[in-house]
């Protein structure tokens, strides 16, 4: 075959949507990877999909598109549910093509797992600190070890918070995505007591609550379809939310629930707005429909 016909062709996205933390709506987004290298938590519809990572050569054909609509833009979010994942020589390329095609900028941020965290050195997070790295997003889900068994994240909690200590000594903020209902009910108040605990000691930079919905294909709609897992009910995800707020005790936190609350979305910083946001969510348990399960829904947020 020509070599010309073997090339393949570049798209600026893989997908008609791309998701995106709601702190990074602003970023000019970069797509890297496709996907996650762990690929096996019960409730992730992402982990139906192949995995893949995009080549530098790719990388750069993307960067260079990217720029022709990121004028501005002085932050990057690197697409993908793990990119931290990455050797460190692939990452150094993304950065290089960050540089060249898009030299304003001056913040990358990215989805990150515990795990590639505690795989990189001191040494490898600094450099990425260096190059324009400034903030990692974990899909924590649960502070609690047998939630995050049941659902199998992957996530050991001591490790995980070591995980967070070593960023904190390095100066890289990382931001957590939690799920209410992650426990179902079986399992609800062990998911608020050490989502509670894991959150004061972690410290994290900004959490943003979402409530655990059950995705058609995934094992977890089979959980359910068997009897091993009940989900919550609206009102049961937001008095989760509810007894989390309430037992925070975070020195510098925004905190955002934009879908247990379903219309609503209740964003306050802690610690001194913590008041404010539990009255609110009085207000919303106050109304009628809270009893109501989620159907098996279609296609998930990116979660990392
Ligand atoms: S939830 Fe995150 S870590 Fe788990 S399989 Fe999905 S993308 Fe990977």
Known sequence: MPEEQAFKQVYLFSRDEIYLPIWEEES??????????????????????PYHVFSLAEVEAKAQMLASISEGKTRVFLLGENPLSLPQEHLRGIFD????????????????????????????????????????????????????????????????????????????????????????????????????????????????????????????????RDGRFTPCTFNQRLVEVFNMVAGLRLDDCTFVDSTVMGQYTIKGHLPEQRDGMLAAMRQVYAMPGGDEVSPEVSRTPQAG
């Not at 000019?28 to 999909?49: I, M, T, Y």
């Not at 990692?136 to 918070?161: C, F, N, T, W, Y």
Request: charged residues 25%; hydrophobic residues 45%; aromatic residues 8%.
């Open 97 to 224: 093509a960050i540089d060249y095609w898009l030299p304003q900028v001056n913040q990358v941020a990215m989805y990150a797992r515990f795990d590639d965290v505690m795989r990189k050195t001191d040494a490898e997070l600094g450099e990425l600190k260096e190059r324009g790295l400034v903030e990692l997003h974990v899909g924590l889900e649960s502070g609690s070890q047998r939630v995050l068994d049941l659902m199998d994240k992957g996530i050991a909690v001591p490790s995980a918070l070591r995980a967070c200590e070593r960023l904190h000594r390095i100066g890289l903020d990382f931001s957590f995505t939690m799920m209410a209902g992650a426990g179902g009910v079986a399992l609800s108040d062990d998911h608020v007591r050490e989502s509670v605990m894991f959150l004061n000691s972690a410290q994290p930079k900004r959490v943003w609550i979402t409530g655990m919905l059950v995705w058609k294909g995934t094992p977890l709609a089979e959980m359910v």
């Open 28 to 49: 000019a987004p970069l797509e890297v990877q496709l996907g996650c290298s762990w690929h096996r938590c019960k409730f992730c519809d992402f982990a139906n999909d």
